[in-house]
């Protein structure tokens, strides 16, 4: 039997791991004024396909709802998500 040609997966151009520092941009909040805009976040979940990323700010979801646990989904290759460009520690999460 013939074996079906395949591709090889594309590589990713960013790659993220769970406690990176990143920088999103979406509504959120800043000096009680809603904004959209870049804002930091820490990666607390990465699949093959996504990252889960919880903000200390209130975040908003494109149609006006706020976010209640501050976390929300980006596609790996969303050209909403990156790497922060100022070099922080890692931090922990705080607790809620």
């Known amino acids: 039997m013939a074996s079906a040609p395949y591709m090889r997966p594309p590589e990713p151009e960013f790659t993220f791991d769970v406690?990176?520092?990143?920088?999103?941009?979406?509504?959120?909040?800043?000096?009680?004024?809603?904004?959209?805009?870049?804002?930091?976040?820490?990666?607390?979940?990465?699949?093959?396909?996504?990252?889960?990323?919880?903000?200390?700010?209130?975040?908003?979801?494109?149609?006006?709802?706020?976010?209640?646990d501050h976390i929300l989904w980006f596609p790996l290759n969303s050209p909403h998500l990156r790497a922060s460009q100022r070099k922080t520690a890692k931090t922990h999460l705080p607790d809620y």
């Open 19 to 68: 406690g990176d520092v990143v920088e999103v941009f979406c509504d959120h909040e800043k000096d009680s004024q809603r904004i959209r805009g870049w804002v930091k976040g820490i990666v607390v979940q990465v699949d093959s396909k996504m990252a889960a990323v919880q903000f200390r700010s209130n975040v908003f979801l494109t149609d006006g709802w706020m976010v209640p």
